[in-house]
């Protein structure tokens, strides 16, 4: 895991204004050739977590539908640690999805 990925990945987070999909993540990783995406992805969102720069929640998939913040750190862990977490889902169907903290965004804007 190198700082550059890790870069891209916290960008992706901060610059979508919102919330982003943990499959958009794997797919941004693909759409830069990084080998072996969803590991990589799954090794960035849990460092990003535990340097308190990620916020976990989770909704489901459609117009309009209410985001829960998930607060419980064994909770976190394990979704973050999941590979079907990562997967692509159908409308209405849950999935989860990761916004920066103001501790992660002040990381990010000392980057550049």
């Not at 992805?41 to 209410?66: C, H, M, P, V």
């Not at 750190?73 to 997967?87: A, G």
Request: hydrophobic letters at 35%; aromatic letters at 14%.
């Amino acid at each position: 895991m190198n700082k550059k990925t890790i870069l891209t990945i916290l960008s992706g987070i901060v610059e979508d204004g919102d919330y982003i999909s943990l499959w958009e993540i794997v797919w941004e990783l693909n759409s830069i050739n990084v080998a072996n995406s969803l590991k990589v992805a799954k090794e960035i969102l849990l460092f990003l977590y535990e340097q308190g720069y990620i916020r976990l929640f989770s909704s489901n998939w459609g117009y309009d539908t209410e985001m829960k913040e998930i607060c419980d750190k064994s909770e976190i862990l394990n979704i973050l640690r999941d590979d079907k977490s990562y997967e692509p889902v159908s409308v209405n169907s849950k999935y989860f999805g990761v916004t920066e903290t103001q501790q992660g965004r002040a990381y990010y804007a000392k980057q550049y």
